[in-house]
């Protein structure tokens, strides 16, 4: 016990250190903690998933939920008409990609059927969110690039779960309907988004009662968010989605409300609800507890990685360089106009892999029964793995270069949209 919670505090102010460090080195305090996690897991065998059973599932399902509350109320209204665009059409063509590399891979190299090797490639198919988002105060993007982006994490885990998933239910069945998985895929955003949005304008007005007549009540609209995530995922339809547009609309009433003033100002029925607005030492705490989730997350990352195969090991190398080099032709096709040089070098290596990635990887080894099918698990699952792995240490390695190349300040860079 004694040493458990010197590793915690310990684990907790070193990671505030890199933080800080980061604005002179520009080494993400991600890579410490992948690594933390690596040394007391695989390396070591100090811990495993496996000791923390079915808490280390519920555990990183909180900290998805954390982080995009947090990410919600930091999203200005006015970036979102003009980042949209890009940002569905980065995760489409990010999405498309992956799946096309890892049917080449799996089939001609692996010598897995065409949908396991398809699947294979979809389950890199997303940005990991945890990773992107607590780091775009620190990069400091361009008003709109930052929009795209902060979009872009949001719409990535959505088409790489539906589709895999899909994948996944055709490995099974024999049998794949793209229209199916696109109306599914559609639905499932437009409801999620529609839930969210409804339940936060209705709380920004209950919310004065709460907070005024309660005592802690600073926690209450997290607590609402995971609520919000789990009748989502119960009745079939995308919770991460549902609890972005939460915090979005508590954090940006104000801003609707005005602009319907403007359409409509006899029948702004936002105004007549007097709304409460999140106030500056609520968004402090949101940044607070993100910072020590994102920390204790990173490091369950790390321990989750398994490397058993070389020959996979250097496959996920090579798979997941080609996404990096991909990544490049699809900002330079979709972010022309209203991008700095800057905004463009970080926007293209923005490509780790995450919790998302290695959940869909270890399915299929999960769902095994024959023989054949534990072959391909375990090769998807360790591919998959390395993927993450690599992918996040490549991404580090990368903003360092990149960073250190920026060294003066762009004086082109637009105002952030996410208040620092």
Same mark, same amino acid.
């Given at each position: 016990?004694?040493?458990?919670?010197?590793?915690?505090?310990?684990?907790?102010?070193?990671? @505030?250190?890199?933080?800080?460090?980061?604005?002179?080195?520009?080494?993400?305090?991600?890579?410490?903690?992948?690594?933390?996690? @690596?040394?007391?897991?695989? +390396?070591?065998?100090?811990?495993?998933?496996?000791?923390?059973? %079915?808490?280390?599932?519920?555990?990183?399902?909180?900290?998805?939920?954390? &982080?995009?509350?947090?990410?919600?109320?930091?999203?200005?209204?006015?970036?979102?008409?003009?980042?949209?665009?890009?940002?569905?059409?980065?995760?489409?063509?990010?999405?498309?990609?992956?799946?096309? +590399?890892?049917?080449? &891979?799996?089939?001609?190299?692996?010598?897995?059927?065409?949908?396991?090797?398809?699947?294979?490639?979809?389950? *890199?198919?997303?940005?990991?969110?945890?990773?992107?988002?607590?780091?775009?105060?620190?990069?400091?993007?361009?008003?709109?690039?930052?929009? +795209?982006?902060?979009?872009e994490c949001a719409l990535s885990d959505i088409v790489c779960l539906v589709g895999a998933l899909a994948l996944l239910d055709a490995m099974e069945s024999?049998?794949? !309907?793209?229209?199916?998985?696109?109306?599914?895929?559609?639905?499932?955003?437009?409801?999620?988004?529609?839930?969210?949005?409804?339940?936060?304008?209705?709380?920004?007005? &209950?919310? %004065?009662?709460?907070?005024?007549?309660?005592?802690?009540?600073?926690?209450?609209?997290?607590?609402?968010?995971?609520?919000?995530?789990?009748? $989502?995922?119960?009745?079939?339809?995308?919770?991460?989605?549902?609890?972005?547009?939460?915090?979005?609309?508590?954090?940006?009433?104000?801003?609707?409300?005005?602009?319907?003033?403007?359409?409509?100002?006899?029948?702004?029925?936002?105004?007549?609800?007097?709304?409460?607005?999140?106030? #500056?030492? #609520?968004?402090?705490?949101?940044?607070?507890?993100?910072?020590?989730?994102?920390?204790?997350?990173?490091?369950?990352?790390?321990?989750?990685?398994?490397?058993? #195969?070389?020959?996979?090991?250097?496959?996920?190398?090579?798979?997941? *360089?080609?996404?990096?080099? *991909?990544?490049?032709?699809?900002?330079?096709?979709? $972010?022309?106009?209203?991008?700095?040089? %800057?905004?463009?070098?970080?926007?293209?290596?923005?490509?780790?892999?995450?919790?998302?990635?290695?959940?869909?990887?270890?399915?299929?080894?999960?769902?095994?029964?024959?023989?054949?099918?534990?072959?391909?698990?375990?090769?998807?699952?360790?591919?998959?793995?390395?993927?993450?792995?690599?992918? &996040?240490?490549?991404?580090? @390695?990368?903003?360092?270069?990149?960073?250190?190349?920026?060294?003066?300040?762009?004086?082109?860079?637009?105002? !952030?949209?996410? #208040?620092?």
């Amino acid at each position: 016990m004694e040493i458990t919670l010197i590793f915690t505090g310990a684990l907790i102010f070193f990671s @505030l250190i890199f933080n800080a460090l980061f604005e002179k080195t520009r080494i993400p305090n991600v890579l410490f903690l992948l690594f933390v996690g @690596l040394l007391i897991g695989p +390396v070591f065998n100090l811990v495993s998933p496996d000791d923390l059973g %079915r808490l280390g599932k519920v555990f990183t399902t909180i900290t998805l939920i954390v &982080i995009l509350y947090e990410s919600g109320t930091r999203l200005h209204l006015g970036g979102i008409g003009k980042a949209i665009g890009p940002a569905s059409l980065l995760t489409i063509f990010n999405f498309l990609i992956p799946v096309a +590399v890892g049917m080449a &891979i799996g089939y001609w190299w692996i010598g897995l059927e065409l949908l396991p090797s398809a699947f294979m490639g979809a389950t *890199v198919g997303s940005i990991s969110t945890p990773i992107i988002l607590p780091m775009l105060k620190q990069l400091k993007l361009g008003k709109k690039a930052e929009s +795209v982006v902060f979009l872009e994490c949001a719409l990535s885990d959505i088409v790489c779960l539906v589709g895999a998933l899909a994948l996944l239910d055709a490995m099974e069945s024999g049998s794949f !309907s793209i229209s199916y998985t696109i109306k599914y895929m559609a639905i499932s955003l437009l409801f999620a988004t529609t839930i969210g949005a409804v339940v936060g304008y209705f709380w920004t007005s &209950i919310r %004065r009662l709460v907070v005024t007549k309660l005592k802690n009540s600073m926690f209450s609209s997290f607590a609402l968010a995971f609520i919000i995530y789990g009748v $989502c995922e119960l009745i079939g339809v995308n919770g991460g989605m549902a609890v972005l547009s939460f915090g979005f609309v508590l954090g940006n009433i104000d801003e609707l409300s005005n602009a319907l003033d403007k359409r409509i100002p006899d029948k702004n029925f936002i105004k007549r609800r007097k709304p409460m607005l999140l106030m #500056e030492d #609520e968004k402090n705490f949101y940044s607070e507890i993100v910072f020590i989730f994102k920390t204790f997350f990173f490091v369950y990352i790390g321990m989750s990685i398994r490397l058993s #195969e070389y020959a996979h090991i250097i496959m996920g190398i090579i798979f997941i *360089v080609i996404m990096f080099i *991909v990544r490049i032709p699809s900002i330079l096709l979709f $972010c022309r106009n209203g991008y700095s040089a %800057r905004d463009k070098r970080i926007m293209s290596i923005l490509n780790p892999k995450g919790l998302v990635s290695a959940v869909l990887a270890s399915l299929p080894l999960q769902l095994a029964v024959t023989e054949e099918q534990i072959r391909t698990g375990e090769v998807i699952q360790n591919i998959g793995y390395a993927s993450v792995m690599f992918s &996040i240490i490549i991404f580090s @390695l990368l903003i360092f270069l990149v960073e250190k190349f920026d060294k003066k300040p762009n004086s082109n860079t637009e105002p !952030s949209t996410i #208040e620092n």
